[in-house]
Every structure is written in structure tokens, then in C-alpha cells.
């Protein structure tokens, strides 16, 4: 980095810097009450939905005896696979001194906040008893799984809103000062409480520094252990097709997958959105490439081991599961996840065209819809083959198949997760302005000027 | 000796604990009797054969009905000295599924709820059919209650796994377990809810059933209490089950009412438990359905056999 010497070049540069970066929350046009009415629209629907779920019972889904979780659980894997990205990027490559990431670690760890605040949303739908829901804290058996993740992923939600906060103090320090005519009286009142009065002195500096040091590291082993957890409940039944011990580092490897692809789209938004092209550059989304291959092919690896070895010896239970997968009812869905999902998205982004801002973007939502789609085939599938045949019961207990109130639920899930990111770029920068700055050679003096 | 000053122990905690019985049928019938004045205000209560009966609320002697906190202490704690088996004969199972009523009368299950399901079953392709009725097998190491994050389902020291309807979160993590498909849940309102409003529950019979919560076999846990049999063993018209106490290491048929020796029983037929590889301990044995006394009736329906 080249330290800029003049004070005036300093002080332009810092103001371009904030202004771009500002944009998300000053910019107010049709386009974003549009997206926030069809957010909450779609909220309310799913509500709704939820409403008519707990006063009718949760009969109104299309599960039942034998396939007792769904679409929900599905759904909760995803959302869960998705958080762990902000472990990767804000503490994996910040602690390996990878700079180029840290521009995107506010992206990935607002997508982490989104994307595990939902998680706990959606379990609790899928509770028959919601209104129990303290019975956990009153009644909790620490043998059971679920009580592991429970704690687990409030503890990730914590250091993750921490993770998020802590570099945005300075931040908010900023605005304060240098935006109170851009910006309306009770934002700069919020940024003021926030900031917790900042003065941005070398002390103040080192303990933030300090503190992010500290989250990185512990965010390690919950990261790992938030998805290695969820996984456990379904390696800790005795079921084919999860009755496997490669579980664990699955599902961490495959949520890498999911998660590497929800932070390009949303990089992607921001950049052709907020204007941000010079901050998001292509060089960014080269990379975060390179990272989506890399990440592929771990999981491509796993993939291989989980279903080659029990292929090969096509034991009673695990070959009727293998069968449906590879040619049976979920035959489209697995190759799809399979080839779509993975070996072609690893084969293309090798190429440097496919890196380009725009491909890229559209790899990743291909990515993440087989995310999804993979988690529903890791769920349903061994539900509907246990290992006493389903007999004395109506067909519909035999097959699967979600219900609209499910599927409104679900979609509920979706547009909140990106309600809470919208929100989080509505009112915080969506790059860590001081970090940046500091990047391109402005002394942190600057920082704190009155203008 | 010792094994006689305990069944004497028995009796006498059987005798007392049956008149204290839920919503206690004869002891609370009796001390019906016993009172005078009628308020004309009734009660609803279900008795532990099933039936729902009304009473006037003057003629009920609080001390008789254990309370729901009462319940489910002694619900948890189980019958002292007990450890119940059940054997089942395949061999003389017709698929008559006198069983599957009547626990579905006990329990207040819907008519595609079961507690106990009478299964066609083919091991092998070549190999005979037969009838196998599967309660939930009260394993002893049970995957079920390890799972259960709030405790609402448990192991008692009798070896029933019980389930406490008042305290499940319905989060299924249960049925996900149960590698014996043995676990139903609330997915509605339960059958007769309105009927049963206001009834206090019974964690032994887990009824009345609670919307949103898991329910299952409890070997009529209500009924031992009693002194009697499971429902399904009594009902059975063909002589198939076997039920009693491994510490005393005798069985009942609940056809014949013939006691035997529960481990003779066993050892000369060759009894095997379901699924013995995955290490769950059933308490369900089986009598293998060879010499049977009837021919199979119909198809095999979804029998997951290549």
C-alpha cells in the first residue's frame, strides 16, 4: 500500500470513499419500496401460513408417520450451510492474512446473520408444539443433539453479530461525524448510540484489533461445530442413508459450497446496485472463482466417498436408498445436484470468462439452487425407506410431497433472510469503510477530523 | 425366599396403587357409592378400560384420583420390582388385529394411528410369509429417548419407555430414531378431542392425546398398574401374546391366561428380538412363525425386499 502524503488528497479521497460506500443508505428511490412492499408482502403471506399451521396442526404439511421431517428441516440444513460462510471468510481467510477477502467479509457475515437468525426462525416452525419452545431451557437433556445445536447456533449467532459490529464501531463513528446533513436525524441518532462514543485514539484501535482477534479464533471451532451438529442429527439415528460417519465434514464441506455462492450473488447485487464496481472489482469475483472451485471440489471428493462406498457393497437398506437416488424418484433431482450443481460449475469456472462478474453470478444461483435441492434428497429419500415396511396406513403416508402452506412457509424463509440483508445495507456501509480506507494508504488521523 | 417376601410386597403395593388407579376404576366407583349428595354438576372420566364415564362431582373423593403433578412423578418412577417382557407367537397370529382395536380404543387413536401394527412380513424372496404384530419393542438401550432434547420421553426403571405428552415439543427427533417405524404423531387434533376436553391426562395411557405431540406403544403401563394385561394381550382372540415380568420370570397368554416360565419359553422356541444388529435391546421377543395355524391371506404391500 502506497501511504498518501497530502492532507487534501487524504481528505478527497476519504469523502469519495464514503460517499460510494455510503450509497446503499442514502439511496432512496421506487426501486427499493418496491422491493421492501414485495418482501413484506411475501412475509406476511408466509405468516399467514403459519397461523393456519399451528391452529390446525401440523397435518397441514405434507408430512406424516414415516416421513416426519420435510421440506422445513430441508430448508433448516440450507440455511445453516449458508452461515458457515461467514466463518470463512471473516475468520478462515482473515486469520490466514488473505487480504483480498476483506472487503467481503461485512457481505459474508451479513449473509451469516441472515441466513442463521432464519435457521432458528425455521425450526421453531417446525415444532408441533411451538409454544413450548422453553421447555428446551426448562427441561433440555444435554445428550440430546438438538440440544448441541441449540447452543451452538446461538453461540454462532452471537459472534457473528459481534463480528459484524465490532468493525463497524468505527464506521459508525465516521458517519456520525462527517454525514449529519446527508442523512435523516434518527440514523445519525442510531449511529450515535451504536458507536458507543468512538474517538478512534491508537488504544481504542488496538482493542478492536484485539477483541476481532479473539472472535476469529473462537468462531472456529463453533463454526465447525454449528454444521458438524446439525449433521449429527441424522448420523446419530440408525437410518440408511445417514447412518454414515463421514457426516460431520460433509456437511461442513458442502455448506462451504452453498455459502461461497450466496455471498457472490449478493456481491453481485451490491456492485451493479450501489455502484460499487471499483470496490467489488472483478478481481473479487476472480477469486471468489477460484474459492467456489476449490470449495467444489472438497465437496465432489466427499460426495464420492458417501455414496461410491456404500454403492459398491449395495447393503439391503443403504441399496434400496442408492437406488432411488441414482434411478429411482429422486433420480432428476440427484444428477441434477450431482452434475448441474457441481461438476459443471467446477469445469466452467476454470475458465477465466466464467469468473467474469456476471457468469459467475449466474453459476452461483445455479450453485445454490442445487444446495437446496441437495439438502431435500439428504432429508426426505431416507425417510420414506424405513426399515419396517409402511403398511395399515393411506398412500399419502407413503410418499412425500410438500403442501402449498409449506411452501409458502419456505419462501417466508427466503425473503426474510433477504429482508434482514437489505436491511443491513440500508443502514450499515456494506464494506468496512475505515478498513478500505486505511487499505489505500489514508492515515486513521483523518478518520476522526470534524469536517 | 427373597423372591417371596417381594411378590407378597407386590401384591400388597399392587392392591394399594389399584384402587388409586387413574380415574380409578373400581376404587373410584366404590368410593362413588359411598356418597350421598348429588350436586348435579358432572365430571367426565375415563376409566383404564378406555370407556368414558360421567360422575357427579360431589360423589369424587380427591384422595382416589392421583393428581396430574402425582401422575407423572409416578409415571416416571414406574411399578417398583417390575421388568416387563412380551413374547409374541408369530406362529399363531392370523391377522385377526383384535390388538389394533383395542389399543386403538386405549389410546384414543385415530383409525391410521398405531400403536401396534400388524405387519405382512417376507424375510427372504423365497421364504414363507406370515403375520408379525409390532408394538414399539421398549428397547433397552432405547435411540429414542437418547434423542429426546427435553426428557419427554424416557426409560422407567420397569422398562417401559413412557412418553409425557405434557411436556413434548413435538420436534419428531424421536420418529427419526425409532429404527422400528413404532412412533405416531398428533399431526391434527386428536380423534374425539372435544369429547375428552378437560379429562386430565394420563401420562400411563398417554391420553388424552395432545395435538403436536408424539404418541406410542406403553405396554398399557395405566393397565399393569391395575393389575391386568396390556390391551392387545387381552384382546388377542389366537393366543399370540405372551406378557409379564422378567424378574419373576414368568409370562401370561392373554387368550389362555396359562402362565409359564418366561425363559423356557423362550429358549425352547428359539425366540429372537427384531433387528438385534443395531444393539437396541428390545423387549419384545419373538416366537418364529414356523407350524402355523392358518394359511397367509393376501399380498405382501410394500415389503421393502428387492
Known sequence: MNKIESPAESRKMLDKIMTDLTRSITKKDELTRFWFFILIMFIIVGVWGWIIQIKTGLGVTGMRDYVSWGMYIANFVFFVAVSLIGFLISSALALLKISWAKPISRVAEQVAIAAVALAGIIIVMDMGRPDRFLNVFLHGRFASPIIWDVTVVTTYLTISVLLFYLPLIPDLALMRDHMADKLPKWKIKLYTILALGWKGNPEQYKIIYHSMRILMLLIIPVGLSIHTVTSWLFASTLRSGWDTTILGPYFVAGAFVAGTAAVIIVMFVYRVRYRLKDYFEDLHFDYMGKLLVFVCLVYLYFNINEYLVPGYKMKLGEGIHLRELFVGNYSVMFWFVQLTGLVLPIVLLLFRYFRKPFPIMVISFVVLVASWLKRYIIVIPTLEHPFLPVQNVPDHFKHYSPTSTEIMITIFSFVSAMLIITILAKLFPVITMWEYAEEKGIDKKYFSEKP | MEKNSRRNFMKTLGASLGVAGIAGGSGL???????????????????????????????????????????????????????????????????????????????????????????????????????????????????????CPVNATFKRDDGIVLIDNERCIGCRFCIAACPYSARVFNWFEPRDAEKYAGVTYNIEANVPQKKGTISKCLFSADRLRDGKLPSCVSACPNGVYWFGDRNEDAVTNGTTKETVSFSELIKKNAAYTLMEELGTKPRVYYLPPKDRAFPFQGEIENQHKS
Open chain 2, 29 to 147: 366407583l366404590n368410593s362413588c357409592a359411598r356418597v350421598e349428595s348429588n350436586t348435579g354438576d358432572k365430571i367426565k372420566l375415563l376409566t383404564s378400560s378406555g370407556e368414558l364415564v360421567e360422575v357427579d362431582k360431589a360423589q369424587l373423593k380427591p384422595a382416589d384420583m392421583p393428581s396430574l403433578a402425582e401422575n407423572q412423578k409416578r409415571g416416571r418412577a414406574g411399578i417398583p420390582g417390575k421388568s416387563w417382557v412380551m413374547v409374541i407367537d408369530l406362529s399363531k397370529c392370523r391377522n385377526a388385529r383384535e390388538c389394533m382395536k383395542a389399543c386403538q380404543n386405549h389410546h384414543q387413536l385415530r383409525p391410521e394411528q398405531h400403536h401396534i401394527n400388524v405387519l405382512q412380513m417376507q424375510d427372504a424372496e423365497h421364504t414363507a410369509p406370515y403375520y408379525m404384530p409390532k408394538p414399539c419393542q421398549h428397547c433397552d438401550n432405547p435411540p429414542c429417548t437418547k434423542v
